[in-house]
């Protein structure tokens, strides 16, 4: 069963999620970094299914965070080193593992960036199983890793380390050659790699404990099925069908509650179909079976998704500028020229800065009317910031560009600032203006990576130092963003120790408040923006496993902070910038696009508009990467890492400031908290209604229903044991029919 995504938010009401995507399906279309040790998966219909015989199995995987045999095992078009085998194309295998038996294997060393090692010996051998009564044998190949503790011997013999000393096993779906010189002068990268393996000797156990013995995967007849928005009432349909099932044709049956209906009926060997007229307000359960030539089902998949890409938006335009080396984009930022002109400055990291004028959009597309490139010698202009007409564009590896806008259609470079002097490639990572000042973040952290400050008032093309801060108090000395709040700054430690409050009254003499954090805050915190009130704080959380969402506090007494809420749009989905003005929340949330809150009630923030700017299936550190909110005309303007700037007008009753419910007319209270074994939940309403109470945990899951009827208006009480709870903070929720919910947050202890 495909996982349904949906938004959830706890304590929140919101619109349903913009699209459904596994994140274990997305497809490789290039070569990625080789992973690192990880959490493992949850199995899939998409996952290599395998076994072992006979006992014991003393083969098991490294935790990379692969789908399949302990994080250890994928298809080897999804595998680090890549494959010109595409989803369609991967079959069956046996691995056997016989010490009595000898292929001649191609080793290629991982020391050496994957270069050919020869040839070497792997005892065993590997079939094609698609004719099981004639199987085919296959090329093995394998990595090794020459270090003075496992040095390189042109034999697969993995040890039972955490990463199983890098002996990597490659099955290709060549035939064997005999002799292993297939693949010789070449490196491991893009190969015809069917299954790629990253091994173990399980705890305990031993080579060849059981001899032989066989590894057998199998790949399911339909397999990487996504069904993704690709507009309000349209739906894309992408599917891998296995080419040896016998499969001809897909069908797609939809039921939106009123019985099942034909979508569309298409080849099998497209792998791809667009369906338009659908309803946007409808939630579709979708079912794809997978005909053989006879009509009869070789296999079906199911999945629920809302053919809607945004709400509350009433126009969108784009424009990738397409500039050399910018097709992967970071920060966007606004500026207004004296004419009443507005500007968007698009950072592209590996080019420069665009300047496009917004004018027209976004009724007609946006036009790029000015471009700066980056500075030689830096390659990854990642942030840009303005100051009266002058733009800071931070590189990641370079120094600051101060580039005078008062012309956009002819930028000037005026000058560079090294934040980091002395520093090998010590850029920054960000830089925030306020009050006069640049506030730079990030870089080397080599350099004490903390906050660096310059006044920029008098002469802004050439910023004067006046004082930093460095944070050696946390693990990890480094703030990925800051920013300024009246007389206090924030700075999020993403590789270590929470958030840091600072007193930035005096730019020159920054000193320490304190640091909070929350479950999973050692590694995460990316970046924070605050109410206009400055009495909440809203923290983006983008690494770590406690979960890639927005989390509340209340800041009130920065002595005394409190987590009082999250927002989760999709607990697999990684959130990235945010911005507040008025009473709304603006947040860039990477593959689900634009979200907008109305904050009224900082602690229960209502959804009022989204727009999904990345329609691809899949997760992780793509799409919408920030959002400015400020200019006078109301539009918003966001980055998106892939397909570079979006200009969206929002409708304006959604942006309102009565766009959220009218304020629920009733009391919820929880006592004792901290609870240890039982709690009581107390709600009083002023009038009688109907009630759902409920307890979320931090990732969005709704674990307990407790009420859901009629409430009068007496004091009702639900006793919940807390005793069956793990330890760590819930959120209890009362949702009244047609009012805006109430939550409180529960700590469980022991």
Aim: charged share 15%.
């Amino acid at each position: 069963m495909i996982r349904l995504a949906t938004l959830v938010l706890i304590g929140l009401c919101a619109l349903p999620h913009a699209h459904a995507q596994p994140a274990d399906l997305a497809l490789a279309d290039a070569v990625t970094a080789e992973p690192t040790l990880g959490a493992l998966q949850q199995a899939s219909a998409d996952d290599p299914p395998w076994t072992w015989s006979p006992s014991p199995r003393w083969l098991g995987g490294v935790a990379f965070g692969y789908p399949s045999f302990e994080g250890g095992m994928d298809y080897g078009y999804r595998y680090f080193l890549g494959s010109s085998v595409g989803p369609a194309d991967v079959f069956p295998v046996d691995i056997v593992f016989d010490k009595t038996m000898v292929t001649s294997a191609r080793v290629f060393r991982r020391d050496l960036n994957y270069a050919d090692g020869g040839t070497g010996l792997f005892q065993g051998a590997a079939y094609d199983m698609r004719d099981p009564q004639n199987p085919r044998r296959l090329n093995v190949g394998f990595v090794e890793n020459s270090t003075s503790t496992k040095p390189a011997d042109g034999r697969w013999n993995p040890d039972n380390s955490n990463v199983g000393g890098r002996e990597y096993l490659l099955i290709f779906a060549s035939s064997y050659d005999g002799n292993g010189s297939t693949y010789a002068l070449q490196n491991a990268f893009g190969l015809d790699l069917v299954i790629g393996l990253s091994p173990r000797i399980v705890t305990g156990g031993a080579m060849f404990q059981s001899n032989p013995a066989t590894l057998s995967i199998d790949v399911p007849a339909l397999r990487a099925v996504t069904a993704t928005p690709s507009g309000n009432g349209s739906l894309a349909i992408r599917w891998a069908a296995a080419a040896y099932s016998g499969g001809t044709t897909v069908r797609i049956i939809g039921n939106t509650g009123g019985g099942d209906t034909e979508l569309a009926t298409v080849a099998a060997s497209t792998g791809m179909t667009q369906i338009d007229g659908l309803d946007a307000s409808a939630t579709y359960a979708l079912r794809i079976d997978l005909l053989d030539a006879g009509g009869s089902v070789v296999s079906s998949e199911t999945t629920e998704v809302r053919p809607v890409i945004s709400s509350g938006i009433e126009a969108a335009s784009s424009l990738n500028p397409n500039r050399s080396g910018g097709n992967s984009y970071g920060d966007v930022w606004g500026y207004t020229a004296t004419d009443g002109t507005e500007y968007a400055l698009l950072a592209g990291r590996g080019g420069g800065l665009s300047i496009i004028d917004i004018t027209a959009a976004p009724a007609a597309a946006p036009v790029e009317v000015g471009f700066v490139p980056t500075e030689d010698g830096a390659s990854d202009s990642k942030d840009v910031k303005v100051y009266d007409h002058y733009a800071y564009l931070v590189n990641e590896r370079g120094p600051i560009q101060i580039i005078d806008i008062e012309d956009p259609a002819n930028p000037t470079q005026v000058g560079t600032l090294d934040t980091q002097p002395g520093i090998s490639q010590g850029g920054a990572h960000n830089v925030a203006v306020f009050n006069g000042y640049l506030w730079v973040t990030g870089g080397r952290q080599s350099g004490n990576a903390g906050v660096r400050v310059y006044d920029v008032r008098t002469t802004p093309e050439s910023p004067a130092f006046v004082g930093e801060f460095k944070p050696n108090h946390l693990t990890s000395p480094y703030y990925h963003d800051f920013e300024v709040k009246g007389t206090y700054g924030y700075g999020p430690g993403i590789y270590n120790d929470g958030i840091d409050i600072l007193d930035v009254s005096d730019p020159s003499n920054i000193t320490l408040v304190g640091t909070f954090e929350y479950p999973g805050s050692s590694i995460g915190p990316h970046n924070t923006c605050a109410s206009e009130d400055g009495n909440t704080l809203y923290v983006g959380d983008e690494i770590g496993s406690a979960g890639n969402w927005t989390r509340i506090f209340d800041i009130a007494d920065p002595q005394n902070v409190e987590l009082v809420g999250s927002i989760v749009i999709d607990d697999q989905a990684v959130v990235h910038n945010c911005y507040t003005k008025d009473n709304l929340l603006y947040i860039a949330h990477y593959t689900e696009g634009l979200r907008v809150f109305n904050v009224q009630n900082p602690q229960d923030p209502v959804e009022v508009a989204f727009y999904d700017t990345y329609l691809q299936p899949g997760y992780g550190f793509s799409g919408a990467w920030s959002v400015y909110p400020y200019f006078d005309s109301g539009k918003l303007i966001v980055s998106d890492m892939q397909s570079g700037l979006f200009v969206i007008a929002p409708e304006a009753a959604a942006v309102a400031d009565d766009a959220s419910p009218e304020a629920t007319d009733a009391a919820l209270t929880v006592a004792p908290n901290p609870s240890r074994s039982q709690t009581a939940l107390s709600i009083q309403l002023e009038e009688p209604a109907p009630v759902r109470l409920s307890v979320f945990d931090v990732r969005g899951r709704e674990l307990r229903v407790l009420l859901d009827e009629p409430v009068g208006t007496d004091r009702q009480r639900v006793d919940l044991d807390t005793s069956r709870l793990a330890p760590g903070v819930y959120v209890v929720r009362l949702v009244v029919d047609g009012q805006a919910p109430i939550s409180q947050m529960l700590t469980v202890v022991r």
